[in-house]
């Protein structure tokens, strides 16, 4: 009698550790795409009056090319938004990190990031508003959202994409993992990609 219930503790401890461990690799975005291609729409969508507010206070009515927003976003491991991964984009020539640190006399490149917030996927950047005095909700001034999405992998909002151009306009974003082998989560169903 006493060795059943020995044995049953047992494995609910292993049981509890493993559960434990998981748990931390997953908060630590260990389980999640590293990286993504991402092409957004047909190459034809424009923000016309898109407001840029430079760090110094400048702001600029400026028209925004969403296409310049496709290429490499990469997993930020030292920040997350709503306890999901943050990815954010690299330079197009290299995918390495953009040169956020500049001279003085050089405006210092801000990338953009994909961000869960308000339980969607979205596109922000720090420098580009909505309007001239923006206020928008916690989850900034978004360029592209997702339906909304329970899921932790931003491959998994796939479809259903919305565009601000002025007003929100539906479009497609194509999201391709860049990891060798890894599991990814689309759809809520699991596929091993290999993009070799």
């Known amino acids: 009698k006493f060795f059943l219930k ?3 503790l047992v494995n609910l401890l292993i049981f509890l550790s493993v559960m434990c461990y998981v748990s931390i690799k997953q908060i630590g975005a260990d389980y999640q795409c590293p990286s993504y291609t991402v092409g957004i729409g047909k190459g034809d969508e424009v923000w016309e009056e898109a407001y840029v507010h430079y760090p110094d206070g400048k702001i600029l009515t400026l028209p925004l090319v969403f296409s310049n927003f496709n290429g490499h976003y990469k997993l930020d491991k030292s920040r997350t938004s709503e ?5 954010v984009e690299q330079t197009k020539s290299d995918r390495t990190p953009f040169d956020t640190e500049a001279p003085k006399y050089v405006d210092p490149i801000k990338p953009a990031e994909f961000r869960y917030c308000g339980g969607r996927w979205m596109l922000v950047h720090d420098y580009i508003k909505k309007s001239t ?3 928008s909700d916690k989850c900034g001034p ?3 959202r997702s339906q909304p ?9 796939a479809g259903g994409w919305q565009i601000w151009e002025g007003k ?7 999201l391709i993992t860049n990891a060798r082998y890894i599991l990814c989560y689309a759809n809520q169903q699991t596929y091993f990609l290999s993009t070799s």
Do not use: E, K, M, N
């Open 6 to 8: 020995g044995v049953y």
């Open 83 to 87: 306890q999901r991964p943050i990815y």
């Open 133 to 135: 005095y923006d206020t």
């Open 142 to 144: 978004w360029l592209l």
């Open 149 to 157: 999405y329970p899921g932790y992998d931003l491959g998994g909002a």
């Open 168 to 174: 929100i306009v539906p479009t497609d974003v194509s």
